[in-house]
């Protein structure tokens, strides 16, 4: 029924992170759908994995949605329009993409399609990220922001492309570098626009709030910034600077500290504008944040502002600073990547096994069994209402004093082996009784299961084990059934920091994730969701896993769905070669070893050619587990 899995659902307070983009089905589905269009029937993610393993793609699965990736851009475009027309601001608004949030090809190229009608820019930070920016069909009218160490390469052809037609702007990010866009200038003889990053004396809150500030890594504090005046007047380039960019921070939760920082980046442009600047674009930076918890608070994974509000009280800010200066409104740039692209990215791994903290299963006692072995067993009769917090203090007791015989060799591995058996068999019964004793659920918490995921945090989640980011976690199917398990997750690399142990629910954040007990030969998938900014290309190939497979999809088709583009995952080949490693080369070298073991009798020769094909095809293989069926263990 549509209640119940709505019920269940709402657990994992999909309602509140999920922005109209999450429904659960009759089914028990979690299923992608479109605000704007609410007669669209929902597209079932199972029914969608399902379908990709029809056609040969299986998890672990990174899922762009890419009508979602057109609403964020065109919902960012939509409220600064508003936010003008509400406030009576004058000036246009000119949003730029900075490709470090994403840099795959598919996202950037996409983005610039659908941002063509709102001239949509792109920044870059690097000489590689240059050379995507001018390989993109850029609006005449869309920004290159050009922000970053520059060396003399980067400069000349950032300078020469404005003759090709981008409307490229090289940021001033020291007084050396601004020797060096002078002097290469013009020895070419052009006109460059100039832009100017300083620094506020301002502090925002959040995770990234040592990147702003005067204490911040870049940009021009206000003793520098009058010596580059003073130098861009001698050298006659001040005709050249025309936009001044301060970057408030990344994810910055309070739209007061937002509101702050920009009445002071708004005291800088008025106080250079009248040291002789024309300047005419005022770029704000990064800031703008996507609510991953849905509390809608000041915290580090979420926000206490809407898309509509953060737009309004910029407008509303610049338009009262600049008008008590008597000046025009600036075309104000943004550089709201992690807003753009957060929701658009889906990743979803299948379980392949559990390692379980209760049991149904009761032991049997034998007769020799140590009397505390029996102590153990006799818990049971008297978990109850009254006497619950006497048996489970009882349960510690018996077993820690059995584990301790057993390190002792009183007791030998087959009672240890029971006395483990027993333990989970309590585990179970106290948890079923643990809702009469409020703080016994607390202590039974140490005994969540640990599901076992066919993923790397390391390479497909990196800000989850880095940094303690929070993303949206739960399964895909299954709502319409009560969880009745929890759960931590452990994916395939062979390190103990490979968990995911911090989850959004309902109530909060919670340490285990509440899950349905895994059923024999049927898949069992987890979805990550809102992980399109900075995870795909941040990852690392801990234990040499490689990139999952990537599916581009739309929500129309026969199957709900429609593949719009499909990137592989890494062979095995491919992340060896990452790490150095001639493919070729180790194929030889174990041809030579299995032939030294034909020579001397240890191996047929039809078992070195099953060997070596087992090689090769493993070469030419993805790097995660191909499973069949989920095994529960």
Request: hydrophobic share 40%.
């Amino acid at each position: 029924m549509k209640d119940t899995a709505d019920t269940q659902a709402a657990l994992y307070g999909m309602a509140r992170w999920g922005d109209g983009l999450l429904t659960a089905t009759s089914d028990g589905d979690a299923a992608l759908c479109l605000p704007e269009m609410p007669s669209k029937a929902p597209v079932s993610l199972p029914a969608t994995m399902h379908a990709l393993s029809d056609r040969g793609i299986s998890a672990p699965i990174l899922l762009r949605v890419q009508p979602f990736l057109d609403r964020s851009l065109t919902r960012l475009h939509a409220a600064f329009a508003k936010a003008f027309k509400d406030v009576g601001y004058q000036g246009t608004y000119r949003g730029v993409f900075p490709i470090k949030v994403n840099q795959q090809s598919e996202v950037i190229s996409r983005l610039i399609r659908v941002g063509q009608a709102h001239h949509y820019g792109l920044e870059v930070g690097s000489k590689p990220e240059l050379m995507i920016a001018l390989a993109q069909p850029l609006s005449p009218q869309a920004l290159l922001i050009c922000n970053g160490a520059k060396d003399e390469g980067f400069v000349r052809l950032a300078l020469l492309s404005g003759k090709a037609g981008f409307n490229t702007v090289l940021v001033i990010e020291s007084l050396r570098e601004f020797e060096t866009i002078r002097r290469i200038a013009t020895q070419l003889d052009i006109r460059p626009q100039l832009g100017v990053r300083l620094k506020l004396t301002e502090r925002v809150g959040g995770k990234w709030q040592a990147s702003s500030g005067d204490r911040s890594a870049f940009g021009l504090g206000g003793h520098d910034l009058l010596t580059l005046v003073q130098r861009l007047k001698a050298s006659g380039f001040i005709d050249c600077l025309m936009l001044q960019h301060t970057h408030l921070g990344s994810q910055v939760p309070d739209i007061i500290d937002i509101r702050r920082a920009a009445a002071e980046a708004c005291r800088f442009y008025v106080e250079l504008t009248a040291l002789g600047a024309p300047l005419t674009h005022m770029d704000l930076g990064g800031g703008l944040g996507v609510d991953y918890t849905g509390a809608r608070a000041r915290d580090d994974n979420s926000v206490n502002y809407s898309v509509q509000e953060y737009c309004t009280n910029l407008a509303e800010t610049l338009r009262h600073a600049m008008e008590a200066a008597g000046l025009d409104h600036p075309t104000i740039v943004t550089e709201s990547g992690r807003f753009v692209v957060a929701q658009s990215s889906i990743f979803i791994f299948d379980v392949l096994d559990a390692t379980l903290y209760d049991s149904a299963e009761k032991p049997e006692l034998r007769d020799g069994d140590h009397h505390l072995l029996s102590d153990l067993a006799a818990v049971e009769g008297y978990i109850d209402s009254t006497r619950l917090r006497e048996a489970f203090n009882d349960t510690i007791y018996y077993r820690d004093e059995l584990r301790a015989l057993f390190r002792r060799g009183q007791i030998d591995l087959e009672q240890l082996a029971r006395t483990e058996q027993s333990f989970l068999y309590l585990a179970s019964r106290f948890k079923a009784a643990a809702h009469i004793h409020g703080d016994l659920s607390a202590e039974l918490g140490t005994g969540v299961d640990h599901y076992h995921g066919n993923f790397s945090l390391f390479q497909s989640l990196p800000d989850v084990w880095a940094i303690d980011q929070l993303h949206p976690i739960m399964p895909i199917q299954r709502l319409n059934e009560a969880p009745n398990r929890r759960a931590v997750f452990h994916d395939l690399t062979c390190d103990s920091d490979g968990t995911i142990n911090r989850f959004i629910l309902e109530g909060g954040i919670g340490d285990a994730l509440p899950v349905h007990p895994l059923r024999e030969g049927e898949a069992y998938h987890i979805g990550v969701f809102f992980v399109g900014a900075y995870q795909e290309t941040l990852g690392d190939l801990h234990n040499l896993f490689g990139d999952a497979p990537i599916v581009t999809i739309t929500l129309e088709g026969p199957d709900g769905f429609t593949i719009e583009h499909e990137t592989e995952g890494d062979s095995i080949a491919e992340v060896l070669s990452y790490v150095e490693y001639d493919p070729g080369a180790c194929l030889d070298a174990f041809r030579q070893t299995v032939e030294k073991a034909v020579a001397a009798g240890k191996l047929s020769p039809s078992e070195r050619r099953m060997m070596t094909a087992a090689y090769k095809s493993s070469l030419a293989g993805h790097t995660y587990f191909h499973t069949a069926s989920p095994i529960i263990g």
